[in-house]
C-alpha cells in the first residue's frame, strides 16, 4: 500500500536515527494504532522489528565497507551499547559482527 511505502521510506531516510513507534507514526502523519495495523498486513511483525531489521541491513553492508569498527556501527545506527547492537545481530543473521566481517 502507499501508506506502508511511505513509512518504509520514511525509516530508510532516518536509519541513523533511533526512533520511537510514536515518533514514526507521528513522522508519516498517522495514528499509532494505523501504523500498527499497516505493518500487521503488510510486515511479519512490528514497525520497530522492522526499522531493526534495516538497520541490521546496513550494518551488513558498514561491516563489509571496513571502515568503520563495530563500537561506531553501533552507535552510528543508534544502538544503546555495542553488546546489545552485537546480541541483535546475532539474533537476526545467525552469527556475531566479526563472524559475519570472516565471512565477507
Known amino acids: 500500500s502507499r501508506d506502508y511505502d511511505?513509512?518504509?521510506?520514511?525509516?530508510?531516510?532516518r536509519i541513523?536515527?533511533?526512533?520511537?513507534?510514536?515518533?514514526?507514526?507521528?513522522?508519516?502523519?498517522?495514528?499509532?494504532?494505523?501504523?500498527?495495523?499497516?505493518f500487521r498486513d503488510n510486515y511479519s511483525g512490528g514497525v520497530k522489528d522492522c526499522f531493526n531489521s534495516m538497520k541490521i541491513e546496513k550494518a551488513k553492508e558498514l561491516i563489509q565497507a571496513r571502515e568503520f569498527n563495530f563500537?561506531?556501527?553501533?552507535?552510528?545506527?543508534?544502538?544503546?551499547?555495542?553488546?546489545?547492537?552485537s546480541r541483535y545481530f546475532k539474533k537476526s543473521t545467525g552469527m556475531t559482527p566479526s563472524e559475519y566481517l570472516k565471512r565477507n
Not at 511511505?6 to 531516510?13: G, P, S
Not at 513522522?27 to 501504523?35: D, I
Request: net charge positive; glycine share 2%; aromatic share 14%.
Open 6 to 13: 511511505k513509512v518504509i521510506r520514511f525509516l530508510r531516510a
Open 16 to 38: 541513523y536515527k533511533n526512533l520511537t513507534v510514536d515518533e514514526i507514526a507521528e513522522g508519516c502523519s498517522m495514528s499509532v494504532s494505523k501504523l500498527k495495523y499497516l
Open 71 to 85: 563500537s561506531e556501527i553501533a552507535e552510528m545506527l543508534s544502538f544503546k551499547s555495542l553488546h546489545y547492537f
